[in-house]
């Protein structure tokens, strides 16, 4: 899972930032491992219908819809013939659906046109990027469907995946997601994606700035993932807390309304 590829990040997308050299590097070695980047939807028909996946199958993500990805990460996944996913924010890009939320510089449609037509699936991201699991049915609802919709009439086609912001689902969503007409989802999890999780519940590793090409090579040939995420699950844990927490104030705040 990557966000932004950039070579001067700000500080707002800065840890969750690749250095271009660093992303080059990176695609390198999966090539030279024998690595098959495949798209989400690709995988996850994959699994559904049985059948078999290429030789060393991977993932290569990208979250929110940043400009460097067409300006720094394309022509690199080009050379070396690599599917990927982007999964837009439709929301924060440029263009006459700007929100005015996107952190960094982000793409513009055609930018995302060009990817489309470059091995690139292109799947949703909400339309704001909101904690999903936070609001409302109504604002859920529309999160899901307006970037859907704006996707589509945008591209042509309906996308077929989505990851959820800030990798934060629950049931509802899961459901509003499904209902919404996506196929497929992605959570983050920092774990590798396996078929028993289901397809709207599939988990991701994360890329950052600090990720360098020994650690990379850990992660995709699935080796101590655990220890080096072990950081983030302890915090994941306590701030589910807390979320729980607040969603069960929220209930009982609606029930004596």
């Not at 899901?144 to 995946?161: K, N």
Request: hydrophobic share 40%.
């Amino acid at each position: 899972m990557y966000h932004s590829v950039a070579a001067a990040p700000n500080d707002a997308t800065r840890a969750l930032s690749v250095a271009p050299e660093a992303f080059a590097e990176q695609m390198a070695l999966l090539g030279d491992r024998g690595f098959t980047p495949v798209g989400t939807a690709e995988l996850a028909a994959g699994w559904r219908r049985g059948a078999a996946l290429p030789a060393r199958p991977v993932l290569i993500t990208f979250d929110d819809g940043y400009e460097g990805v067409h300006r720094h990460a394309l022509p690199v996944l080009a050379e070396h013939g690599f599917a990927s996913t982007l999964f837009v924010s439709t929301g924060w890009l440029r263009g006459p659906y700007d929100t005015g939320g996107g952190l960094d510089t982000m793409l513009s449609w055609d930018q995302v046109r060009e990817l489309a037509a470059e091995q690139v699936e292109i799947g949703g991201h909400s339309h704001t990027h909101p904690q999903l699991d936070q609001i409302d049915d109504d604002a859920l609802r529309f999160e899901v469907r307006r970037c859907r919709e704006i996707v589509a009439d945008e591209l042509g086609a309906r996308p077929g995946s989505f990851a959820y912001p800030y990798g934060y689902s629950s049931r509802r969503v899961r459901r509003a997601v499904r209902e919404a007409g996506f196929a497929q989802s992605l959570a983050v999890g920092n774990a590798l994606a396996r078929r028993r999780q289901g397809p709207y519940a599939l988990e991701r590793v994360t890329v950052r700035r600090s990720t360098d090409v020994e650690e990379f090579e850990r992660l995709v040939e699935g080796r101590a993932i655990a220890r080096n995420f072990a950081r983030d699950r302890a915090l994941t844990k306590g701030y589910a807390m807390v979320r729980r927490a607040r969603q069960v104030r929220r209930k009982a705040i609606r029930s004596r309304v």
